[in-house]
């Protein structure tokens, strides 16, 4: 019964969706251009934040003769459905997980490797190295025909949390059984450090780790809250091997369209709005790892040594995925952030 139930909801939802989409050719009203943007996030998190400021800047300028309308927590489809209405040019501006891109291109494939960041500050220099900077942008424009307006943060590195035992060391993990994404650097990953790798559908995800199906999860402070798995996780480990980025938007179509200084007003406009979106970021993050610490949840900060552990293994996964790296942007990601 579920299953029907779900399979017309979304039949409903897609024909709304398509409704939507259809109506998205850019709209004048007495001058004004309306630019629609989309995105799958809920209020209060980095990306809602990012552009509801980055509009409200906008729309506050006349001279811009631009409204930017939002369509917040999935209304136009999830980040796969936003990006392939932003490279058809039906949703003017949005935005979408590094990993989601790769349904339109490999762009970012290499942050997809473990340790590839050290902190949340070398990660933006190494997005804002010229070379790295222009190869997005040249790359995004040809394959997903969009310009890119920022990189948000949305929760920084993932927490390795789990509801057995602390784990200090990579050999912790052995015989533990982790949900695994659905990519091959993933499981090579776990398989690094030792553990199971269980490769689960998000959907699955929280009710098999509540009935013991998988020991533990990979996931940012904010996931962790947000969905509940601080009510069953009793351990948590600081590795800093992965961080996602939310990649902001706007179809390359859209875009050559603009005058100089519309362009210049929304440049400027995403700039702020990303400034206040990763402050808002950074603050949440120590603000739920505080809450999971009152919840009695235990977090390990691995030592130096330790942590050499944990990227070493990790890095070593590196070479397999050689044919899918740009290996110049891959060095040039390194060397910006420093020793």
Do not use: C
């Not at 934040?49 to 409204?67: C, G, T």
């Amino acid at each position: 019964m579920f299953k029907a139930k779900f399979s017309r909801g979304l039949g409903r939802r897609s024909i709304a969706i398509i409704g939507v989409a259809l109506s998205l050719a850019t709209g004048t009203a007495f001058g004004q251009e309306t630019l629609r943007a989309a995105h799958s996030s809920n209020p209060g998190q980095s990306v809602y934040i990012y552009w509801e400021e980055l509009a409200k800047r906008v729309n506050a300028q006349p001279q811009a003769k631009l409204k930017i309308q939002v369509f917040a927590s999935g209304q136009l489809g999830a980040d796969e459905q936003i990006i392939q209405g932003i490279k058809a040019g039906t949703i003017h501006m949005g935005s979408a997980s590094n990993g989601n891109m790769g349904s339109t291109t490999d762009a970012y494939f290499w942050m997809d490797l473990p340790h590839v960041f050290k902190t949340r500050d070398s990660a933006l220099r190494a997005l804002d190295d010229p070379y790295v900077k222009s190869y997005l942008e040249n790359k995004v424009r040809n394959d997903a025909r969009a310009v890119i307006l920022g990189n948000i943060e949305v929760g920084g590195f993932r927490i390795l949390a789990n509801r057995k035992k602390e784990i200090k060391v990579p050999v912790d993990t052995k015989g533990l059984k982790f949900r695994s994404l659905p990519s091959p650097v993933d499981r090579a990953l776990w398989e690094a450090w030792g553990a199971t790798p269980s490769p689960l559908p998000w959907s699955e995800t929280f009710v098999s780790l509540e009935q013991g199906v998988i020991d533990g999860v990979n996931l940012q402070p904010q996931a962790l809250v947000g969905f509940k798995f601080d009510e069953i996780v009793k351990y948590g480990t600081m590795t800093n091997t992965l961080m996602a980025f939310h990649v902001a938007l706007m179809s390359a179509q859209a875009w050559d369209k603009l005058g100089p200084e519309q362009r210049a007003i929304i440049t400027t406009a995403a700039n702020e709005a990303l400034r206040v979106a990763n402050e808002a970021d950074r603050r949440d993050e120590d603000k739920f790892v505080k809450q999971m610490e009152a919840r009695g949840i235990k977090f390990y900060r691995p030592t130096a040594a330790e942590g050499k552990m944990w990227s070493d293994a990790a890095r070593g996964i590196w070479p397999k995925f050689d044919d899918k790296v740009n290996k110049e942007v891959l060095n040039r990601v390194v060397s910006a952030q420093g020793s």
